[in-house]
Each structure stands twice: as C-alpha cells, then as structure tokens.
C-alpha cells in the first residue's frame, strides 16, 4: 500500500478512536462545574474543531459528501460485491452516491473488486458522467458539526446536567442550553431549540464506529 495512503487511513482511524478532551466528564467529575465554567470548557474542545462547511464548489466538499457518504451506501464491511455493483449502478444518476464510489475507490478500501477496477478504468478514461449536486442543503452537511454537539451535551449530562430543559422548574440551565450559548460564544450561533433538535435526532447521526472499522479493514491489507 502507498504510505500516503497508509497516513490517510491511519489518521482518520485514530482521530475516530481518539477520545482525548473532546470526552472530558471523567476528568472533572469532582469539580462541580458551574454553568458558566461548563461552558467555558465546551468552548475550550470545539474552538479547536468547529470548522467552516466547505463551500459546495470545492474539492473538499465533494471528498467530504463521499466520506459522510460511506455508510449509507456500502452497509457492511467488507461490501459484497454484489452490493458494490448495485451502489455503482446507482450512482450512475446520484450525486451522493458518485462521491461515496470516489472515495470507496481512491481510499482502495477493496482494491480487488473487480467492479470498482472497472469503474476507475472508466473514470481515467472519461467515460463516466459525474450526476448533477441535489439541489438544496446536503442533508449531511452538518453531520461534523452535530457529532461535536451530540459529544458535548453527552459529557454535560455525565456531570449531571439534564440533556434538555426541565419545563416544570425554573432551572433553565441544560446540556442543550449550554451548548447553544457555547457555540453562540464561538461565532456559530444557535439557538437552544437548534441544539435540541440536534440532540433528540442524534441516532440519526453518521456513526463514527462505522467508519472507524472501515478504515481499520483497509489498513489490515497493508
């Protein structure tokens, strides 16, 4: 395997394992955080990996629609081949699709297929047609964002705090709440109802397992 290939796959792997201080609850448990030092702390992790989406002309986004992309295509690891066929037959018209075969095939994750060899012959010679962007919003487009959200309000519900507002007291402070007011601070604002959403939606979320045993398949052919 190209070593380049090789760091890739190895740092996304171990950035997908690596919990660090984005999973920082067990460190401070015996403090009794305030609202006010939660939220400083929550500040403190996504400063760090908050990032601008790219925009949708550029290559970045389109490497990301196929990495966010993975999972809903190729379900099981490794992929039949059969499976294989079905999402390269699909995304002969889907956009989403086309991106998750580019970054299937470039990432050589089954390097032996004889589908995905017949589909990189195609491209290299320019036979494939890439299928118009769906119009509107990607709907995975803040799933980075909401991974971080979902993380955070997880490690604030470890200390204690209620994911979401109690309607029946007037403690207004929560997992939510504070996350809004965290991103607010950080020049990415959102409301509490916005985090909310996020939160109560997030078995929704891209799974971050799912592509960590992705890349680790990969890996073991090294």
């Known amino acids: 395997m190209h070593a380049g290939k090789k760091s890739f796959l190895e740092t996304l792997a171990q950035s997908l394992e690596r919990k660090g201080d984005r999973y920082w609850a067990q460190k401070v448990k015996e403090e009794h955080l305030s609202a006010s030092d939660a939220q400083q702390k929550v500040v403190s992790i996504l400063r760090d990996q908050i990032r601008p989406k790219p925009k949708s002309t550029d290559f970045g986004a389109k490497a990301q629609e196929g990495l966010l992309s993975l999972e809903v295509y190729f379900e099981s690891i490794p992929p039949a081949e059969s499976q294989i066929e079905a999402v390269i037959e699909k995304s002969k ?104 959403k996020v939160w109560t939606q997030r078995h929704n979320l891209l799974k971050a397992n799912y592509l960590k045993s992705l890349f680790e398949y990969a890996l073991a052919d090294v």
Not at 93 to 121: E, G, L
Not at 138 to 162: C, F, T, Y
């Open 93 to 196: 018209t889907d956009y989403r699709a086309f991106q998750a075969v580019r970054m299937f095939a470039a990432q050589k994750i089954c390097p032996n297929s004889p589908s995905i060899k017949n589909w990189q012959s195609n491209l290299a010679l320019g036979l494939l047609t890439e299928p118009k962007m769906h119009r509107g919003p990607s709907p995975i487009g803040n799933v980075h964002r909401d991974m971080l959200i979902v993380s955070q309000v997880e490690q604030l519900k470890a200390l204690g705090w209620n994911p979401t507002q109690n309607e029946t007291t007037t403690d207004k402070d929560s997992g939510c709440g504070i996350v809004a007011n965290a991103m607010t601070e950080l020049d990415h604002p959102m409301t509490y109802s916005g985090v909310e």
